[in-house]
Every structure is written in structure tokens, then in C-alpha cells.
């Protein structure tokens, strides 16, 4: 009849909605489902696209011109008893002094991108002393041990003898002495040295040494000589920042296998993003000689709240070939190699016997420290090196790149300056060379770069999750309902029938469906969110047509 139709066309109309808000809600599941697996992911890409350093990029400017002040504490082993250390034998006694604090200014200049994705430059650094920070003046008096002699005297112990001979009298000729009094000043950025004024005299031009007097950072203010050239990124994410090529070339020369004359570190101030614990970053610099492996020590907070990575250089960095076998190829010449804890740099340094060590000897055998009075036993958060990392976008946060530089002396009894200086590693300064933090407008981006990312997640995810359920929740709730419903309108349906009716009135009929409906219209338009269907649904309307 008619107005079974009409049920029919209602009922069937009414499921077919309720099944496409049902399909609605499974999809709106599935999406949040692909942004929670995935979302990491796609920020990871829109890291790598944003990141390589081109002349657009927001990282470019920040790299070329680190809006921050590096500072350099540097601390002077000032020797106290130096005569009575000569004549007497007894334990050399020294006095740490400082800090003598330089706040830097970096730059990188003469900058070129080259067509295969790399840029090369000039470090340009400017040191400028800072009295405010500092423990004394750059013209506090120091006793230091005499470098540029005790290297010529320890070079000779295996030449001919009467070439110590000779070395002796040209001493006694120019009057120097194991041991200079000289400013802090002058220690640092140069002081004329009688010997290398001899040396530069004398030495044919192709041998000369590339300065003419001596300082232990002599050279250092200003823009460097070394031509530069690190990858952008742009054809190679993992390999951002890292060095092509140091003067052209692409490896060390000194050592004695590919690993260990590998230059492919990062200056320190960017990693390639996407760091791992279990990974191994690496820096190089020059000084050091070689680049030096950091490893995952901790999850640290630095300034403005960034949460980071600490990486510090593992325990047997400077083994011995002991205990670290594979340092075995920074020892051409031995054995005998450097003793457990040091880093020989001698061929980095005109072969001066530098050894280099953390401050305090830390993570060398302690008997090194006690064979000179007067330093403290080393503390990890004072002497440690470390770097502080923002591991999705590789920026370094917080840096302390600390270094003790040691004269290993040789004793050597034919040149009778020296005759009574014994076999010993002997301290002459040490220096932290880092920043604390970065701007604040940096520190906030990158503090919302490493928030926002989890929190957008989870809202884009639980919150497709949430509508989905809950959309869902409400269709089957409705479907149920709707199918109880039928059961009983069926019944009274049937009931209208089977009675018998004394006026037959279709339009009481028509007023009782159209009632029932309206009830069901009302249910439904409290139940549906308005957002997806108006109250003018398609229920009632095709009731009350
Ligand atoms: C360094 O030690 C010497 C003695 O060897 C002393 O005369 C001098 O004052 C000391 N320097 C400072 C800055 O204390
Ligand atoms: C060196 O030692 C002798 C005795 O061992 C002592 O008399 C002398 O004072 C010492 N010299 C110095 C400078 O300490
Ligand atoms: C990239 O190009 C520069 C300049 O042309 C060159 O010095 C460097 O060796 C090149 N690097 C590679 C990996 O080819
Ligand atoms: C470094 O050079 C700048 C000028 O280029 C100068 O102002 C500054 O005093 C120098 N620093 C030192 C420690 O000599
Ligand atoms: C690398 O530099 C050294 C000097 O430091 C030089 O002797 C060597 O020839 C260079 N190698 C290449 C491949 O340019
Ligand atoms: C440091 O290295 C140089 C060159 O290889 C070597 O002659 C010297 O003996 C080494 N010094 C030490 C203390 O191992």
C-alpha cells in the first residue's frame, strides 16, 4: 500500500545515511591512524628540505654569522719553584691561574657554493679579552716552561751528539732558558722567541716555520688561512655539515690508515639531523689534529627549556693501544705510542712533543697529575668535553670543547741547559673553548620545533580518533535503535490492521505515521551533531512529502 511505501522508502533512506556516517567515522579512524605513524616522518622530511644551507635558508644566516659570543676560559699553569725544580730535582709546584676569559665573534668569509652542493669559506674569529669575566690581566707575569727550546733539546735526543753540542752553545750564545717569564698576553698571542727568530733566519725558505714568533694561540684572531669546504645537505642529508675537503684536501696525511686520517667531521656547531643515541657524531679541528668521535652520554634540558643530547668523547678516546686498540694508527713513529690519556700532536705542530689531554689529566692515570704539585683532581662537569645537541635538527645548544695542552719533555744531558730537566709531561695551560646558549629567539623555535611536532600529533590523531568514535558510537547506536523502532511500528502497523476499524479514516493513519516519524525525527536531531546533518534531514522530509 502507500503507506508502506512511503515506510519503506523512510526506513531504507534513513539506514543508508547511517551507514555512510558509519564509513565516515572508519575513515576519519584510519587517517588519525596514518598521521600517528607517520607524522614524525613528514616533519622529518620537511627538516631535511628546510635545513640545507643555501642562501634562502633560515639555517644559512644563523651558520655564516652564529648570532652568539663563543667564549674561550683559559687557565695558565704558572710554575713556581722553577729553580728549585732545575737544581734541586725536587717536584715541579704550579698555580693555576685564571680564568683569562676572550669573547668571540665568528664568521665565515669569502664564502662560495660550490655546483656540487658544498660551500666553501674562511673561519674568520675574533678574540676579544674580556676583564669583566676574567681573574687577572692579560699582563699578569707567568712562569711557563720555554716550548720552543725544550722542543728543539727533546727533537735532538736522537741526533748526532755533536749537533747537541752545537745546539748547546747557540743557547748559551742567545741566553734562553728552560723556563720564560712572560705576560699571559704574550703567552697566548705571541712573544718574539730568540730561537725562532734564529730558525726563520736560517732555514732555508721552503722549511721556515709559518710564524715568526711564539704563541700558544699566536695567528688565531682573524680570519684563517684554511679554505674550508662542507657539504650543504641539499644532494645529502646525513652528510650536512660535514667536511669535503680542508685545503683541497679530503683527508689527513699524518696517520697511518684512511680511518684515522679521516676529515669528514662537523666544525661543532652543526650534525647532520635525525641523531640516534646509539650514534656516533664527530668533530674535527685542526689543532686537534685528527676528528674526535663523541658518543651519547645523557638527556640534558639547556637554556630556554630545548631539551638535548649530550655527547662527549668515549672514556678510551686518548687509550693507549691497549686499551684501545684502534688508536694504534695515530702512532706512526712508535712504538713506544703516547701514554694512556694523551693525544700526540707533535705532527701537527712542526714536531714540538705536544701532547694534548683533558684539563686535569682527566681520564688519565692519575699519576700524571701528581707528578706536579699543585692541580686539583679532576671533576667531570668542570673538565669534561662536551656538546649539547638538538638531535631532530643536529644544532649544537651547549658546548664545551676543553683541552689541556702538555709539553712532553725528554730529558737530554749533553745540552747542559737542560741537562737537569727530567723525562716528564709537563702542564702549560688549559682552555674551554663554548658557548652556553644560544639566542632566545632561537632557543624558542627550536624549543617549539622539538614540542610542537608531539603535541600536533597527538592532537591531529586523538582528535580524528575521538570524532571518529565517536561518530561511530552514535551510528550503530542509531542503527540499533532505528531497528527496534521498526520491530515496533511493524507491531502497531499490524495492529492498525487486524482491528477493525468503524470509520476508516486514511488521514488518522497518515497523522499517526506522521507523528511517529516526527518522533523519530526529533530523536535523530538531538542525537546528530549539526555539523554533519542539518535538522532538516533527509528523514523528515521525505516523511512529511
Ligand atoms: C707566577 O709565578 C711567579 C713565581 O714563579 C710569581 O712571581 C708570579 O707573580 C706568578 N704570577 C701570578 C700572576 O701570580
Ligand atoms: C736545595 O736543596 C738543598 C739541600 O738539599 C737546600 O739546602 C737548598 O736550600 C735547596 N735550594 C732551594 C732553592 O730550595
Ligand atoms: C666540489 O666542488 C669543489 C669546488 O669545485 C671542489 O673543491 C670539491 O672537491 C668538490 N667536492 C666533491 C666531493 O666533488
Ligand atoms: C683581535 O683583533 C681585533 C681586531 O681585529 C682586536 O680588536 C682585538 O683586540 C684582538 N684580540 C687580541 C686578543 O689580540
Ligand atoms: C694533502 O695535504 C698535504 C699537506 O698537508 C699534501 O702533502 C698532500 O699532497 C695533500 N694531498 C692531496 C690529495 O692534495
Ligand atoms: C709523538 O709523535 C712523534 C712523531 O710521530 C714521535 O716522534 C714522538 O716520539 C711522539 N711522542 C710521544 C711522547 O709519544
Excluded at 640545507?52 to 710554575?79: A, C, D, G, H
Excluded at 748526532?160 to 748559551?172: K, T
Excluded at 679521516?262 to 676528528?291: A, E, M, N, Q
Excluded at 649539547?388 to 712532553?408: E, K, Y
Amino acid at each position: 500500500m502507500h503507506r508502506q511505501r512511503l515506510f519503506k522508502k523512510f526506513t531504507s533512506s534513513f539506514l543508508r545515511k547511517w551507514w555512510f556516517v558509519i564509513l565516515v567515522s572508519l575513515v576519519l579512524v584510519a587517517i588519525g591512524a596514518i598521521v600517528f605513524v607517520f607524522f614524525f616522518h613528514w616533519v622529518d622530511l620537511v627538516i631535511d628540505h628546510e635545513l640545507p644551507l643555501s642562501e634562502s635558508s633560515m639555517t644559512f644566516q644563523w651558520w655564516r654569522k652564529p648570532p652568539v659570543n663563543p667564549v674561550m676560559r683559559i687557565y695558565v699553569y704558572n710554575v713556581t719553584n722553577a729553580d728549585e725544580f732545575l737544581n734541586n730535582g725536587s717536584k715541579p709546584i704550579v698555580e693555576e691561574l685564571g680564568p683569562y676569559v676572550y669573547v668571540e665573534t665568528w664568521e665565515k668569509v669569502h664564502l662560495r657554493f660550490n655546483e656540487n652542493k658544498t660551500v666553501s669559506f674562511n673561519q674568520r674569529k675574533i678574540f676579544v679579552f674580556d676583564p669583566e669575566q676574567s681573574a687577572g690581566t692579560e699582563d699578569d707575569m707567568v712562569v711557563v716552561p720555554n716550548i720552543p727550546m725544550l722542543s728543539a733539546t727533546s727533537q735532538s735526543k736522537h741526533a748526532a751528539r755533536f749537533l747537541r753540542l752545537a745546539m748547546a752553545s747557540i743557547m748559551d750564545i742567545l741566553k734562553v732558558k728552560p723556563f720564560v717569564e712572560v705576560s699571559v698576553g704574550q703567552l697566548l698571542w705571541g712573544y718574539e722567541d730568540p730561537l725562532i727568530k734564529l730558525a726563520k733566519d736560517v732555514v732555508p725558505n721552503d722549511q721556515k716555520l709559518p710564524y715568526e714568533q711564539f704563541g700558544l694561540l699566536y695567528g688565531k684572531n682573524g680570519t684563517s688561512k684554511d679554505r674550508v669546504t662542507i657539504f650543504t645537505g641539499a644532494s645529502d642529508i646525513t652528510r650536512y655539515g660535514l667536511i669535503d675537503r680542508f685545503n683541497g684536501n679530503s683527508s689527513l696525511t699524518h696517520w697511518k690508515t684512511p680511518a684515522c686520517n679521516r676529515l669528514d667531521g662537523s666544525d661543532g656547531s652543526i650534525f647532520p639531523p635525525h641523531i640516534k643515541k646509539s650514534d656516533t657524531i664527530y668533530v674535527y679541528d685542526k689543532d686537534l689534529c685528527r676528528i674526535l668521535p663523541l658518543v651519547f652520554e645523557s638527556e640534558v634540558e639547556t637554556a630556554g627549556g630545548v631539551p638535548g643530547y649530550r655527547f662527549t668523547p668515549p672514556v678510551d678516546v686518548f687509550g693507549d693501544t691497549t686499551e684501545n686498540p684502534e688508536n694504534e694508527c695515530f702512532c706512526p713513529g712508535g712504538p713506544p705510542c703516547a701514554p694512556s690519556g694523551f693525544f700526540n700532536v707533535s705532527l701537527c705542530q712542526y714536531d714540538s712533543p705536544v701532547l694534548l689531554s683533558f684539563p686535569h689529566f682527566y681520564l688519565a692515570p692519575e699519576r700524571y697529575r701528581l707528578a706536579v704539585e699543585g692541580i686539583s683532581p679532576p671533576k667531570k662537569e668542570d673538565h669534561q668535553f662536551f656538546l649539547d645537541v638538538q638531535p631532530q635538527m643536529g644544532v649544537s645548544l651547549r658546548a664545551r670543547a676543553r683541552v689541556q695542552i702538555n709539553l712532553a719533555v725528554s730529558q737530554v744531558v749533553d745540552i747542559k741547559q737542560v741537562a737537569t730537566f727530567p723525562d716528564i709531561i709537563f702542564p702549560i695551560m688549559w682552555f674551554e673553548d663554548g658557548i652556553n646558549e644560544l639566542p632566545t629567539e632561537v632557543t624558542s623555535l627550536l624549543s617549539l620545533a622539538t614540542r610542537a611536532p608531539p603535541i600536533a600529533r597527538a592532537a591531529i590523531s586523538y582528535g580524528l580518533f575521538a570524532v571518529g568514535a565517536l561518530l561511530l558510537l552514535m551510528a550503530v547506536g542509531c542503527l540499533v535503535r532505528s531497528s527496534r523502532r521498526q520491530e515496533t511500528l511493524r507491531l502497531q502497523a499490524s495492529n492498525h490492521y487486524t482491528k477493525p476499524t468503524p470509520t476508516p479514516n486514511p488521514h488518522a493513519a497518515a497523522a499517526a505515521a506522521a507523528a511517529v516519524n516526527g518522533k523519530n525525527g526529533k530523536t535523530m536531531e538531538t542525537l546528530n551533531p549539526t555539523f554533519l546533518m542539518g535538522p532538516n534531514d533527509n528523514g523528515n522530509a521525505a516523511a512529511n512529502s
